[in-house]
T-cell receptor
Framework: DTGVSQNPRHKITKRGQNVTFRCDPISEHNRLYWYRQTLGQGPEFLTYFQNEAQLEKSRLLSDRFSAERPKGSFSTLEIQRTEQGDSAMYLC??????????FGPGTRLTVT | QKEVEQNSGPLSVPEGAIASLNCTYSDRGSQSFFWYRQYSGKSPELIMFIYSNGDKEDGRFTAQLNKASQYVSLLIRDSQPSDSATYLCAGDAYSGYSTLTFGKGTMLLVSP
């Protein structure tokens, strides 16, 4: 039983560059969530997919952020024109039932 | 704004003692509550969830929910140094999509 995987684990980028992260959920899980966590804070919800449909987006998700889940399998989160405030841990979680969510190891983004 | 509140701690307990972690929430529509453990630099790990008023026990862990008081707690019996971590409380948003609202977490330190 493989868990949620995320790549890359770490990303350092310069301000203004675009970055893309990938999440592979647990294989039978049709629900996928993206969260962002900064130091000293709990994770904050960004967006939710059920199969390939993006059903909910947080107001935190500015128009520089876009997420996809083609074919309802893996998901990508892209940040365009990164800003220093985007530096955070980006967490992906998947769920079968919509209740218990299991997190991947996260992608730590540092914007210099 | 829907909030989950936790004391940031640290909560210090000696090895073998009972650690009591508390959480309050503002969204009366939340149905389910979750406790995650997060070691420094790692992603959250689900340890307990509770839907109904009362107690739910799983090994050394007991979750307690009081919906009238909007209060959730986690008791850890026979605390071990390996339990030292940040404990995140989360409630689901009653949107049908089960997106989670997290508290900031309580740091637990168990001394040998």
């Amino acid at each position: 039983d493989t868990g949620v995987s995320q790549n890359p684990r770490h990303k350092i980028t310069k301000r203004g560059q675009n970055v893309t992260f990938r999440c592979d959920p647990i294989s039978e899980h049709n629900r996928l969530y993206w969260y962002r966590q900064t130091l000293g804070q709990g994770p904050e919800f960004l967006t939710y997919f059920q199969n390939e449909a993006q059903l909910e987006k947080s107001r935190l998700l500015s128009d520089r952020f876009s997420a996809e889940r083609p074919k309802g399998s893996f998901s990508t989160l892209e940040i365009q024109r990164t800003e220093q405030g985007d530096s955070a841990m980006y967490l992906c979680a998947s769920s079968l039932t919509g209740s218990e969510q299991y997190f991947g190891p996260g992608t730590r983004l540092t914007v210099t | 704004q829907k909030e989950v509140e936790q004391n940031s701690g640290p909560l210090s307990v000696p090895e073998g003692a009972i650690a009591s972690l508390n959480c309050t929430y503002s969204d009366r529509g939340s149905q389910s509550f979750f406790w995650y453990r997060q070691y420094s630099g790692k992603s959250p790990e689900l340890i307990m969830f509770i839907y109904s008023n009362g107690d739910k026990e799983d090994g050394r862990f007991t979750a307690q929910l009081n919906k009238a008081s909007q209060y959730v707690s986690l008791l850890i019996r026979d605390s071990q140094p390996s339990d030292s971590a940040t404990y995140l409380c989360a409630g689901d948003a009653y949107s049908g999509y089960s997106t989670l609202t997290f508290g900031k977490g309580t740091m637990l330190l168990v001394s040998p």
